[in-house]
Nanobody
């Protein structure tokens, strides 16, 4: 019922912008908190951003704060990641993820590093210097 498909990756130069999209083919999108993660070769998966279902609160990893913006369009069953001022170190496979809304999210006490139950296959972002 939850199938996530990312798109929008590509090869860009440092300083450029890119917008990633993640569409859910299921019917439970409005009940899902969504997130973005990335992983580069030889590195562990890194949290990038998240947006809650309950209040639309947003969260960002330290490495992307001020440059990336997460948003969602519930009518289109899609979450976006607008990436500006891209750096070579942003090069990675970006995957969107989802988890069911929880009271902890509504209260702002949740840990966004855990609880992700659904994952897309990823889209590759390559940033050249």
């Amino acid at each position: 019922q939850v199938q996530l498909v990312e798109s929008g990756g590509g090869l860009v130069q440092a300083g450029a912008s890119l917008r990633l999209s993640c569409a859910n083919s299921g019917r439970t999108f409005r009940s899902l908190t969504m997130g973005w993660f990335r992983q580069a070769p030889g590195k562990e998966r890194e949290f990038v951003s998240a947006i809650t279902s309950s209040r639309g609160s947003t969260y960002y990893g330290d490495s992307v704060k001020g440059r990336f913006t997460i948003s969602r369009d519930n009518a289109r069953n899609t979450v976006y990641l607008q990436m500006n001022s891209l750096k070579p170190e942003d090069t990675a496979v970006y995957r969107c993820a989802a988890q069911r809304a929880t009271p902890a999210q509504a209260m702002g006490t949740w840990n966004y590093h855990y609880g992700w139950d659904y994952w897309g296959n990823g889209t590759l972002v390559t940033v050249s210097s």
